[in-house]
């Protein structure tokens, strides 16, 4: 009986992992690591219609921007928990990305796979910047935060 019993949870893990990780697209990384390098227009409406597609309502809204839950998904060598666009209150258009690793370690995966440096920038804490004006900040609690910003002038749709 335990052991139907056992077989029975390991099956059920084995039919729900395919269905959370199936949510992320296999042009995803693409399309994202192209926003996050600054190499690619974009809009937040773009990004708000494509994570609301693909990874459902937003976790949470704050910071002004909205948090989408991002699991299974691999940026550049680095698995990502959470993606964010701005919201509408918002000056900045921005698109971004958690990562819970340590920003030194994220920094050499997108540099290695990506083909483009990072300097580093003076301040308090970690913060990185590329030619293309990507930005990856480390973390108090060992995550990094990597995104693409331009400030909204009233040029910009």
Known sequence: MKR??????????????????????????????????CRSEWSPAYWHSYFGTY??????????????????????????????????????????????AKVEGVRQQIEQRLGYAFVALPGPYPRYLSKFGSVLVGLSNEQTKWYCARWNLGNRP
């Open 55 to 100: 990874l459902g309502a937003p976790l949470r809204r704050w910071g002004n921007a909205d948090w989408y839950d991002a699991q299974g998904a691999e940026l550049a060598g680095n698995a990502t928990t959470e993606v964010f666009v701005n919201d509408d209150a918002s000056t900045a258009l921005m698109v971004g990305a958690l990562i819970p």
């Open 4 to 37: 139907i019993a056992c077989s029975t949870v390991v099956m059920a893990a084995f039919v729900l992992a395919p269905a959370h990780a199936a949510k992320i697209p296999s042009h995803f990384s693409d399309q994202l690591e192209a926003a996050l390098s």
